[in-house]
């Protein structure tokens, strides 16, 4: 079975969708950041702060390549993945790519409400300035590089997993 990739902004929901649709449905879950803080023993603020952004795209790219020929997997990406063109490609090679997106409220308001600290939003007094100017430099990449759109303003966590696998499903019988 393909995977369920699941991309967007930062802060948007990936991971707890991931997981949720993981525990619902019986698939194991793999978070990229996550993977990448467990394979390289870091965390991605220390890897920012160490080594820049362009050495963290590169671990990316690695962690991503090696999951990408995993199957029946629910892949939560980080929000810059789709930067590079080369991680899509590997992405959808056995996935099918669905962007969560929304308004910068709700993504603001999901970035109240996380421990998570992440280095290209920074604090919260630049908070919206930064998540407006991601928002906008990275819309035609997440829209590019989906095979679905699924809106999650104003959803809860059962609805936008029940239509992600609606059309993970539709996708699956389609495509047979």
Do not use: Q
């Amino acid at each position: 079975m393909k995977n369920i990739v699941l991309i967007g902004p930062s802060g948007i929901g990936k991971t707890t969708i991931g997981v949720h649709i993981s525990k619902k449905y019986g698939f194991k879950h793999i978070d990229t950041d996550n993977l990448i803080k467990s394979t390289y023993n870091i965390s991605i603020s220390e890897i920012f702060e160490k080594y820049g952004e362009g050495y963290f795209r590169k671990l990316e790219s690695n962690v991503v390549k090696g999951i990408s020929s995993s199957k029946s997997i629910v892949i939560s990406t980080g929000g810059g993945v789709v930067l590079n063109k080369e991680n899509i490609v590997n992405l959808r090679t056995n996935g099918i790519i669905f962007l969560l997106f929304g308004n910068i409220e709700t993504i603001i308001n999901n970035l109240k409400n996380s421990s998570d600290k992440r280095p290209l939003i920074g604090n919260n007094k630049d908070c919206f300035e930064n998540v407006k100017s991601m928002y906008l430099e990275r819309k035609e990449l997440y829209i590019s590089s989906s095979d679905y759109i699924i809106n999650v303003d104003c959803k809860g966590i059962n609805e936008i997993a029940d239509e992600i696998i609606f059309y993970y499903k539709k996708h699956l019988s389609c495509s047979n």
